[in-house]
């Protein structure tokens, strides 16, 4: 089963950036879409970004404009790129895979903004 590993994540002030990567042990053209979530403490988990296999994206209201989630197909990564980090973007983000069948998610990592 493909497994998938973030990284990326850490303390940055608002205003800052950041870019995720989500690594994959195989292919994620196994997956019909890849996306990325966070979840803040006491919240639920929440959908940020997500891509197809096809390329097209989608993204949470609150981010369009200072998100942006690509993937590279020959390398099996998934980036998100967080520029003009808020604190509220704070928490903790993870990788899903969906096949159609199955999610697959990864560890998570730790995105702090300070104000």
């Known amino acids: 089963q493909v497994q998938l590993v973030e990284s990326g994540g850490g303390l940055v002030q608002a205003g800052g950036s950041l870019r995720l990567s989500c690594a994959a042990s195989?292919?994620?053209?196994?997956?019909?879409?890849m996306g990325w979530y966070r979840q803040a403490p006491g919240k639920q988990r929440e959908l940020v970004a997500r891509i197809t296999s096809g390329g097209s994206t989608n993204y949470f209201d609150s981010v369009k404009g200072r998100f942006t989630i690509s993937r590279d197909n020959g390398k099996n990564t998934v980036s998100l790129q967080m520029n003009s980090l808020k604190p509220e973007d704070t928490g903790v983000y993870y990788c899903?895979?969906?096949?159609?069948?199955?999610?697959?998610w990864g560890q998570g990592t730790q995105v702090t903004v300070s104000s």
């Open positions: 899903n895979g969906n096949s159609g069948r199955y999610d697959v």
């Open positions: 195989g292919s994620i053209l196994s997956f019909n879409a």
